[in-house]
């Protein structure tokens, strides 16, 4: 058969969060394969509770691993390499990545105790990565961190174009800025772009996005009008933003002091690769607390309203010696990514009962977006014009409005949500597969599928509450006096006030009293019944019906 | 001692939500009392799993029963009178609302089995209700619910208007409007406000609020250029939007069907209590779906994305006969409520994935708020020039704001959060005590305590997983060989692909074998060392630390 071009999100797809996209290319079912970051998404207490990371369930990769040939990372982003730690020795293959992302990924190998030497540093174009069939660039693209990339994927049905995280921005501070003639030119090479796989985040903003640079100065003004301590907070791998805080906290006489792990990294592996200079010398939380509040800037982790990190810590009172206090001024130099919006609202109420006046960016002054908005998408479109655009990096509705737009400027578009294998090798794309797609779960240290159903029964617990049943058969299968019921989460007693766990005893004793032969000596019958009557028991008296555990033991005779 | 006129917020100060606040004149500490508003806020699975109502703690009004006079709802949202089917009969005392409001205060109360008629139906100013020390007049505002009052309530202290909620809207299409000249009036009768205590809501949002009536001709050219079947969502209680909906469905040749059971509730209470005149005729839903798609309007509950209502039913497939289609349009005409953010995109991805066209009111066109901003507040302080102002109906901060902004007027004023007692009577507000309060959780059919440890035991069960370990000891104190353990929200197997229960039961064995009688005869020891063993296994084993329950058996001799 013919050999073919291959498109496969396997994360990213249908969601905004844990990249990763396989291409292919050869005879069908014999691709070989390269796969586009491998990133986390978060957990939260809504669908997944006690889960902080989740990340691409590669089940399919994993049974195509000696088709792979290499891992290519677009950017440092956690939603792009932060699954790589976990799982590259399923993969076992080459990482490529430039130069600042490539350190960052080297950390999260390094910190599992993989070789950090499976990472190959990477130039941008016009240097080039061959493997098996693909020719790999990377080029330079503005995004809210350093060194994002968009792929040149060269194959021999033609060439992709993998956009990676964007924005058009023409001075970002620090990093690359967008550069239309460079893409001009990738767009005239050869057969021009066949594929154009494309950032969705902002499909539904209706305006141009704004540069980096237009903050400097409302930043530096707003630290100009402030009398007291001034924080900020913002992503820690915002670089360009740290900076422009920082010499904002300088041009105003301040000094600066950056809390939390994550932003001290960022900083020091931006200025370690080289991507970061000219950053002001910061000074410790302890210099930080000897000198008047008003020659002091902290620039903090925690603009999601993250429990442990800084901002949150400092919202609940004294942190590293360091305490706010009516009058000092907290800058959130961020947006408030959709879901966070509880969290950073408690930090927000806390600062204001500690009399700190709260500033956020939601007049546009003290952040931008680090993607591309609708016309930039647009604008890509016009510069690239690639015949099919496949729109990833967005949930649903917004893969779905970007071919909707694609289509309308007379473009092949397609939706291909996480798990969906697309054709790419004629003139329109073509859906060929449904291949198992899925995510993982970091539980403490363990790896388990978000369909195990541990994550669920964790969550019936929390809704339902969990009643324990001890049940003891003799020897001679005899029920001994009394179940023992233990609840956990539930109310202690009834609308009537008895004693709830009491009550149910009372109910399972009268039944297990009465109980036949029959069912007490069969474990699976004797388990039902028993739940059964505690749903029951807990559903008249107190409304609800409790997860029940029921362990039964049997005496055995000596 | 001179007698006092307190202030004493039992809900809705430092929230948004189950609004309650106590008035109070007398000798301290003897003050005749009347409570306004008794309302609920929802919980989530973030702070409060399995608990659908949140309602204030009334524990310091049930003490102070005997000078609780009477209580005064203002306007029908559940956030104000949501609790007083659960909470009247511990306090016992007659309701006094308007007619509207009243018909849904009767239906609360019917639902729980309490008497409909210690519900007192009361005109607007000029009507007045005298009950102890107080004359309460209900003064018609504008809100998004029809009937909405503030309060005057006259003292021998001087004069308090407590707005309830409100907007500044000339033409809310159903309901009141708000009358300037009315409120000038009021503010210059005898010695004038002495207290506003104001909503304070939408203080942030800086332009002046707009009128429910610039929405119908954006709802009719959208409805116009729709050209399948349509779905409109919103609030079922803004009945001035369900007008406004149904009638451009009717000018556009399409016939109106009502989805949930709230929307229909509060459309027949409204024709009922005559607020609601020239409501369109409804159709079935059996009706809806026998038309042709583009002849029908569904306006249906759920555009918060409450998981049971019409617009998630729908989202996922067939309901009630009634199935969404490519090319098929939603309509959100509504705010979602922040927290609300990632439910409502879950029906929005859906409804995406269903090939329906969905459009919000992001760029203000289909919604707009039923409370007054932040010029509209000033607005307000200036008509009425009180004395005092008392924010209320917000977060620590939107308080914080109100205050500030009044201050800036040379306005006394105040923060006074739940359980705040401010006296009145001076010149200006002084805190004078802090009284218990808190929040009651409706779980199931019972009410417990916010800190009672029931959810808190839900929330580390979902974050931690439950082990379960049963011991049993024999007559003469010795352990039955083998621990048995039950694992509920937790990896079955360890990172090294072992059995965790059992491997947990290995642990206990060898531990259990060697434990001497002191502990062993000791059911706290005992427990305390099986639990701390599960968990230092499971963390080793995992890397997290479960909740454990620990049963211990002890047989008897016969």
Redesign the interface.
């Given at each position: 058969m013919a050999e073919r071009l291959i498109y496969l999100p396997l994360g990213g797809a249908?969601e905004i969060g844990m990249n990763a996209y396989v291409y292919g290319y050869g005879a069908p079912g014999k691709e070989r394969l390269i796969l586009v970051d491998l990133g986390v998404t978060f957990g939260?207490?809504?669908g997944s509770?006690?889960i902080d990371l989740i990340m691409p369930d590669l089940a399919w990769l994993q049974q195509n691993r000696d088709r792979l040939e290499a891992i290519f990372i677009t950017h440092g982003h956690e939603d792009h390499l932060g699954a790589v730690g976990h799982l590259w020795q399923r993969l076992g293959v080459p990482i490529y990545a430039r130069q600042f992302t490539g350190a960052l990924v080297r950390l999260k190998l390094e910190e599992m105790g993989h070789p950090a030497n499976v990472v190959n540093i990477t130039g941008p174009r016009p240097e080039v990565t061959r493997t098996g069939p693909f020719t790999v660039q990377f080029v330079p693209v503005s995004h809210s961190i350093p060194e994002s990339a968009a792929l040149i994927i060269d194959t021999p049905a033609g060439r992709i174009v993998h956009t990676g995280d964007f924005k058009l921005d023409g001075t970002p501070v620090v990093g690359d800025p967008f550069d239309p003639i460079l893409w001009h030119d990738i767009a005239g090479e050869g057969r021009g772009i066949k594929v154009l796989a494309c950032d969705s985040t902002n499909i539904f903003t209706p305006h141009p996005g704004r540069s980096e640079a237009v903050l400097a100065n409302p930043i530096l003004e707003w630290v100009m009008a402030q009398k007291n301590l001034v924080v900020a907070t913002t992503f820690a791998s915002n670089i360009a933003r740290l900076k422009t805080l920082a010499e904002a906290a300088i041009a105003s006489g301040r000094k600066v002091c950056l809390l939390g792990r994550a932003m001290r990294r960022m900083v020091s592996v931006g200025l370690e690769t080289g991507v970061l200079t000219d950053f002001p010398d910061t000074i410790s939380p302890d210099e930080a607390a000897g000198l008047p509040r008003n020659q002091v800037m902290l620039i903090v982790t925690g603009s999601q309203g993250e429990r442990r990190a800084a901002s949150a810590q400092l919202s609940r009172g004294r942190y590293l010696g360091l305490q706010l206090k009516e009058g000092d001024s907290f800058l959130f130099s961020s947006k408030t990514i959709?879901?966070n919006?509880?969290p950073v609202?408690r930090i927000?109420?806390?600062?204001?009962?500690l009399g700190v006046d709260?500033y956020d960016a939601d007049d546009g002054l003290y952040h931008v977006s680090g993607h591309a908005n609708r016309p930039d998408i647009e604008a890509l479109h016009e510069l690239l014009k690639p015949e099919i655009v496949i729109p990833m990096h967005g949930?649903?509705?917004h893969l779905?409005e970007h071919v909707q737009m694609a289509r309308a400027r007379g473009l092949q578009a397609e939706i291909a949500v996480n798990g969906t294998m697309l054709d790419l090798t004629g003139e329109a794309p073509k859906v060929v597969d449904q291949v198992e797609s899925g995510r993982l779960y970091l539980?403490?240290?363990?790896l388990?599928g978000a369909m195990?159903g541990?994550?669920r029964?964790?969550?019936r617990?929390?809704?339902?509450?969990?009643a324990?049943v001890?049940v003891?058969v003799d020897e001679e299968d005899n029920v001994?006096p009394d179940a023992?019921v233990?609840l956990?989460?539930?109310?202690?007693?009834?609308?009537g006030g008895d004693d709830l766990a009491r009550h149910v005893e009372g109910e399972l004793a009268e039944f297990l009293e009465g109980a036949d032969a029959r069912t007490v000596g069969d474990d699976r019958k004797l388990d039902e019944a028993i739940r059964k009557i505690t749903r029951q028991v807990a559903?008249e008296e107190?409304?609800?019906k409790p997860?029940v555990?029921v362990?039964i033991?049997r005496?055995m005779a000596d």
């Open positions: 249908g939260d207490m809504d509770p006690g959709p879901g919006e509880r609202g927000m109420n806390a600062l204001s009962e709260v949930e649903h509705m779905r539980d403490g240290t363990v388990i195990d541990i994550v029964d964790r969550i617990m929390a809704l339902n509450g969990h324990l001890s003891i001994l023992w233990e956990m989460g539930l109310p202690g007693r009834t609308r559903m107190i409304g609800k997860e555990t362990i033991s005496l």
